[in-house]
């Protein structure tokens, strides 16, 4: 996936979140200095990321 250029737009994506979750990443990207929506959009890529990882290399020299 491409994200650099015209070729990269964005959309409104809503979801339904608890109210304490809300706040949380609020005050946590003004922690980080981002705005609300660029710090969602690195918590969501890292979680990706995190799903596509090969499992821990540890475990399966075991």
């Known amino acids: 996936m491409t994200t650099s250029g015209s070729a990269y737009s964005k959309r409104q994506f809503n979801v339904q979140l608890p109210i304490e979750l809300i706040t949380q990443i609020k005050h946590a990207s003004i922690d980080e200095s981002m705005t609300l929506s660029e710090f969602v959009e690195r918590l969501l890529r890292s979680a990706l ?3 596509t990882e090969p499992a821990d290399e540890g475990a ?3």
Do not use: D, G, L
């Open 49 to 51: 990321e995190e799903r």
């Open 60 to 62: 399966a020299a075991a």
